[in-house]
């Protein structure tokens, strides 16, 4: 069921970062160079490596510590590697080019609605900012929820528990970013997306999870966020 709005506080509409928004910035721009540096360094193949930090934070994840399990810095120290050093302010023009299609275009047109924009990811803090203050999208959106700030990450509703009422969420993920919008009684959008849908797993998601929106052009969502607007405005006053 979706919570009635208050007339006071206007509707948010939130969205995932990676493979929803931009291809990944700090994992192509920082995070793969490092463990191309680490590889070279210890002598073995980059993709042994990478598999062994994922399989970490999958381990991480099955014993119910699913912040830690998205800490790349803390992983690595566990594997005995080199520490990740923070992000650089990066190159707009290189982070720009990562940006996925129609994205900009989509937030701006939401910025004229009466809505709130915010990014819900489970990337930390320290490792979205940069890219978010690269392209200006630090001044676009309201609030940017991670979890090492709320101490949980998605599928978790507690990572939407801040923003208050939620009209709608979009990601890439069935078993985060749908399933966390369900939970918290939000809209969900799907985007297309290549990412698996076999890792990270909360052991109490269903089987079957289905969004309330396919979305196969980002270019729809300024119509459907209008929709759902005109929707909820609706029911406010007749509930009212």
Not at 19 to 45: E, G, M
Not at 93 to 116: F, G, I, M, Q, Y
Not at 156 to 184: E, F, N, W, Y
Request: aromatic fraction near 10%; charged fraction near 20%; hydrophobic fraction near 45%.
């Amino acid at each position: 069921m979706y919570a009635l709005q208050n007339k006071s506080r206007p509707w948010w509409v939130t969205f995932d970062f990676d493979h929803t928004l931009i291809k990944s910035p700090y994992w192509r721009l920082h995070f793969l160079p490092w463990l191309t540096r680490q590889a070279h360094h210890q002598n073995v193949d980059a993709t042994i490596l990478r598999r062994a930090i994922h399989d970490e934070g999958q381990r991480r994840w099955a014993r119910g510590e699913w912040v830690a399990s998205f800490d790349w810095s803390a992983i690595a120290q566990t594997l005995g590697l080199d520490p990740i050093p923070p992000a650089d302010q990066p190159d707009a023009t290189t982070v720009r080019n990562l940006v996925l299609p129609h994205v900009e275009t989509v937030l701006w047109s939401l910025k004229r609605l009466d809505v709130r924009l915010a990014v819900v990811t489970n990337g930390f803090k320290a490792f979205q900012s940069p890219y978010l203050k690269a392209l200006g999208w630090d001044y676009v959106f309201d609030a940017i929820v991670t979890p090492d700030i709320i101490g949980t990450a998605k599928p978790d509703p507690a990572m939407m528990k801040s923003l208050h009422p939620i009209l709608l969420h979009i990601g890439d993920r069935l078993t985060h970013d749908v399933l966390c919008a369900q939970r918290a009684g939000a809209g969900s959008a799907l985007v297309d997306s290549t990412m698996p849908e076999t890792d990270r797993i909360d052991p109490l998601s269903p089987s079957h999870i289905v969004p309330d929106f396919l979305i196969h052009d980002f270019r729809v969502i300024p119509s459907i966020v209008s929709t759902l607007l005109n929707t909820r405005n609706m029911a406010t006053v007749f509930f009212t």
